[in-house]
C-alpha cells in the first residue's frame, strides 16, 4: 500500500502463465482520470491497442 500511487494490473483472465502491465495512478486521482463513460474521445487499454 502506498499514499503516493495506486497500481493496477490488467486481467488476466485467470491465466497465470501470462504476464499482464501493473499501470501506476496517482492518488489521490488527478483530473484526467474520469468515469469511463465521460473520458473525452477514445479510451484505449495496453489491451486494444494490441487488437487494434
Known sequence: ???ACI???ED???DA???TPVHELPFP???RLVPFD???GQVLS???VLDG
Open 12 to 14: 488476466d483472465f485467470g
Open 17 to 19: 502463465t501470462v504476464s
Open 38 to 40: 465521460e473520458a473525452p
Open 29 to 31: 486521482a488527478g483530473s
Open 1 to 3: 500500500m502506498s499514499s
Open 46 to 48: 495496453s489491451s486494444s
Open 7 to 9: 497500481k493496477v494490473k
